[in-house]
Nanobody
Framework: QVQLVESGGGLVQAGGSLRLSCTAS????????MGWFRQAPGKEREFVAA????????YYADSVKGRFTISRDNAKNTVYLQMNSLKPEDTAVYYC??????????????????WGQGTQVTVSS
């Protein structure tokens, strides 16, 4: 069992930056592929970014490519999402997710086994 706790959300003006963190419980964090998703009011949850267990491979949604960076520190059981040049359309609840897998990364939410409770990001215009 893995428990995920997100932090770092908040209110920021357009063009600003935030860094989200997701800390996992358990001793096998390094064997998990991790992902970030978001859900805006009235919309379906959507993929944002993913990272393989080693951190060597990352993948991004087109909407955030070049602005967001996913990274991880396996020694701290933590995955990060650095968000720069934020836009009002980035406003959403952001969730981190984990899947026990050493082979790949995933963009579909149904692939993930564990989810955090979410952290609100609000970008004002």
């Amino acid at each position: 069992q893995v428990q995920l706790v997100e932090s770092g959300g908040g209110l920021v003006q357009a063009g600003g930056s935030l860094r989200l963190s997701c800390t996992a419980s358990g001793r096998t964090f390094s064997s998990y592929a991790m992902g970030w998703f978001r859900q805006a009011p009235g919309k379906e949850r959507e993929f944002v970014a993913a990272i393989r267990w080693s951190g060597a491979v990352t993948y991004y949604a087109d909407s955030v490519k070049g602005r967001f960076t996913i990274s991880r520190d396996n020694a701290k059981n933590t995955v990060y999402l650095q968000m720069n040049s934020l836009k009002p359309e980035d406003t959403a609840v952001y969730y981190c997710a984990a899947k026990s897998d050493l082979r790949a990364w995933y963009t579909a939410d149904y692939e993930y086994d564990y989810w955090g409770q979410g952290t609100q990001v609000t970008v004002s215009s």
